[in-house]
C-alpha cells in the first residue's frame, strides 16, 4: 500500500516553466513504476510521463517530448515533473500514479493515485 500526494502545480503563463512534486509514504518508490498522468476538463485520463522502477528508463508522450522532465529521488521516496514551455493545451489536473508489476502506461493498469494538482497555463 502506498499514498501518493501532488504538489507544485498553479497558474502560469505561456512559454512559463512548473516543477511538480510528488511525495509517497508506505513502500518504496523503487518497488513501482512511477508516472504522471493528467485529466483536461471534457477529456480522459491520459499518460504523460513515466519512470520504470529499474534501470530508470523514461518514457514521454509526443506532445511534452524536449519539453518536460520526469525523474525520482527513491532516498526520499519522490518523483518529479519538470515542465518547461507550457502550452496551453497542458492546462489539466497532473496525477501522480504507481504501478507494480511489468511496465505500461495504461491508465487503467496502474493501482495507486494521488489526488491530483491543478496546472493552468494562460495565453
Known amino acids: 500500500q502506498v499514498q501518493l500526494t501532488e504538489s507544485g502545480g498553479g497558474l502560469v503563463q505561456a512559454g512559463g516553466s512548473l516543477r511538480l512534486s510528488c511525495a509517497a509514504s508506505?513502500?518504496?518508490?523503487?518497488?513501482?513504476?512511477m508516472g504522471w498522468f493528467r485529466q483536461a476538463p471534457g477529456k480522459e485520463r491520459e499518460f504523460v510521463a513515466a519512470?520504470?522502477?529499474?534501470?530508470?528508463?523514461?518514457y514521454y508522450r509526443d506532445s511534452v517530448k524536449g519539453r518536460f522532465t520526469i525523474s525520482g529521488d527513491n532516498a526520499k521516496n519522490s518523483v518529479y515533473l519538470q515542465m518547461n514551455s507550457l502550452k496551453a493545451e497542458d492546462t489539466a489536473v497532473y496525477y501522480c500514479?504507481?504501478?507494480?508489476?511489468?511496465?505500461?502506461?495504461?491508465?487503467?493498469?496502474?493501482?495507486?493515485w494521488g489526488q491530483g494538482t491543478q496546472v493552468t497555463v494562460s495565453s
Open positions: 500514479a504507481a504501478k507494480s508489476g511489468p511496465y505500461n502506461d495504461i491508465v487503467m493498469s496502474y493501482n495507486y
Open positions: 508506505g513502500r518504496t518508490f523503487s518497488s513501482y513504476h
Open positions: 519512470i520504470r522502477r529499474s534501470g530508470g528508463n523514461t
